[in-house]
Structure formats: structure tokens, C-alpha cells
């Protein structure tokens, strides 16, 4: 069975910081781009973060840039997203998502590419 399994989630105070795991199971990400996506209520899908498959290419939304940093350890089948100085609008719900490409396409912000998602886990910065 093909999976994402997303882990490290949680409650933190604004300021803080915390790192996500999106783990493969029944399939290797060597040949995957990883994007990470969250969903915060009322709104839609954004896309946060991707790597590329290649040459670990990392590219990421405005929102986030400078605070989050998405790494790959193909050895452990694993993409992380480590987020830094959180704030109350990074409050969602955070998704890991595969799509089968050598490379990375240019619109990696399209939750439509991806072949394969998490069944994604919370983040709440808040006081």
C-alpha cells in the first residue's frame, strides 16, 4: 500500500518552532518532488514549500520564506519541513504530497500534480 505519513505537529506559542515528517511507506521519493501544503479553515489549499526530485531544488511560498526549510534523507524515505519564528497564521492543517516528475515542475503550487498525499496533520501557533 502506497502512503505519506505526516508527523510532528502540534501546539506551539508563536515564536516557536517545530518539524514536520512526511515519511513514505510501499514506495521510494528518490524519484518523487515533495511539496508540503496546509489547508487553514474557510480557505483553500496553498502550497508551502517543494523539492525537487534531482537535486533537492527548494522553492518556496513568500509567506514563508526565510522561517521554513523543507529538507530530504532518501536513505529514510523521509521529506521534513522545519518551521521556525511560527506565527498564528501559519495555524492549518499541514499536507506532504509526492508528484512522479524528475525535477520539479514549475507550477509546484498546483495541489492537482501530486500523485500521492498525507492525510495530513495539525499546526496551531497560538498563546
Known amino acids: 500500500q502506497l502512503q505519506l505519513v505526516e508527523s510532528g505537529g502540534g501546539l506551539v506559542q508563536p515564536g516557536g518552532s517545530l518539524r514536520l515528517s512526511c515519511a513514505a511507506s510501499?514506495?521510494?521519493?528518490?524519484?518523487?518532488?515533495i511539496g508540503w501544503f496546509r489547508q487553514a479553515p474557510g480557505k483553500e489549499r496553498e502550497g508551502v514549500a517543494c523539492?525537487?526530485?534531482?537535486?533537492?531544488?527548494?522553492y518556496y511560498a513568500d509567506s514563508v520564506k526565510g522561517r521554513f526549510t523543507i529538507t530530504r534523507d532518501n536513505a529514510k524515505n523521509t521529506v521534513y519541513l522545519q518551521m521556525n519564528s511560527l506565527k498564528p497564521e501559519d495555524t492549518a492543517v499541514y499536507y506532504c504530497?509526492?508528484?512522479?516528475?524528475?525535477?520539479?515542475?514549475?507550477?509546484?503550487?498546483?495541489?492537482?500534480?501530486?500523485?500521492?498525499w498525507g492525510q495530513g496533520i495539525q499546526v496551531t501557533v497560538s498563546s
Open positions: 504530497a509526492a508528484d512522479k516528475v524528475w525535477g520539479l515542475r514549475t507550477d509546484w503550487t498546483h495541489p492537482g500534480e501530486y500523485d500521492y
Open positions: 510501499g514506495f521510494t521519493l528518490d524519484y518523487y518532488a
Open positions: 523539492i525537487s526530485s534531482s537535486d533537492s531544488t527548494t
